[in-house]
């Protein structure tokens, strides 16, 4: 069998396609492990830190870490207690939007994973959408590569 420019495109769209498919469905499994065997808690939203230059002395910060004033700036932080009552603060995984803002002040229920804290989902954001369109264009594109690995000439 020769090998063309078909085939060659065919082979990088099933390989592109494969790394999609992996990449949602790692997606999806993070998600799924966390709503099965996670921890619920209740989080408070923080706002988030900018680095910027050297901090203004005595402003009771680390050197290049300020409170943002706005969610501009980054993403919120989340506060929440776990099982065995440590004070954990995480980067919130999700960035908020206009239809769902994280409003600083505000409590939201997330489970995080009891052997890593650090691993949360926030409850009704888990942008499942976006793992299945990763999974479904990984599909997509390994058809379509097969589909030119087979009838190219």
Same mark, same amino acid.
């Given at each position: 069998?020769?090998?063309?420019?078909?085939?060659?495109?065919?082979?990088?769209?099933?390989?592109?396609?494969?790394?999609?498919?992996?990449?949602? #469905?790692a997606g999806l499994r993070h998600v799924w492990r966390l709503r099965g065997g996670g921890?619920?808690?209740?989080?408070?939203?923080?706002?988030?830190?900018?680095?910027?230059?050297?901090?203004?002395?005595?402003? @009771?910060?680390?050197?290049?870490?300020?409170?943002?004033?706005?969610?501009?700036? @980054?993403?919120?932080? #989340?506060?929440?207690?776990?099982?065995?009552?440590?004070?954990?603060?995480?980067?919130?995984?999700v960035p908020p939007t206009r239809q769902q803002p994280?409003?600083?002040?505000?409590?939201?229920?997330?489970?995080?994973?009891?052997?890593?804290?650090?691993?949360?989902?926030?409850?009704?954001?888990?942008? #499942?959408?976006?793992?299945?369109?990763?999974?479904?264009?990984?599909?997509?594109?390994?058809?379509?590569?097969?589909?030119? #690995?087979?009838?190219?000439?």
């Amino acid at each position: 069998m020769a090998y063309g420019p078909a085939s060659v495109v065919g082979l990088l769209a099933v390989a592109g396609g494969a790394v999609s498919l992996v990449a949602g #469905l790692a997606g999806l499994r993070h998600v799924w492990r966390l709503r099965g065997g996670g921890v619920a808690a209740w989080a408070l939203i923080k706002p988030a830190l900018q680095t910027s230059g050297p901090a203004d002395a005595g402003d @009771g910060h680390a050197e290049g870490e300020r409170p943002a004033r706005s969610l501009a700036g @980054g993403r919120p932080r #989340l506060q929440f207690t776990t099982e065995d009552e440590r004070v954990i603060e995480v980067v919130c995984p999700v960035p908020p939007t206009r239809q769902q803002p994280l409003t600083i002040g505000k409590h939201v229920l997330i489970r995080y994973d009891p052997a890593d804290p650090r691993t949360v989902v926030i409850h009704r954001r888990e942008r #499942l959408v976006r793992d299945y369109g990763f999974a479904g264009a990984g599909v997509a594109w390994m058809f379509l590569g097969l589909l030119v #690995l087979v009838f190219a000439p």
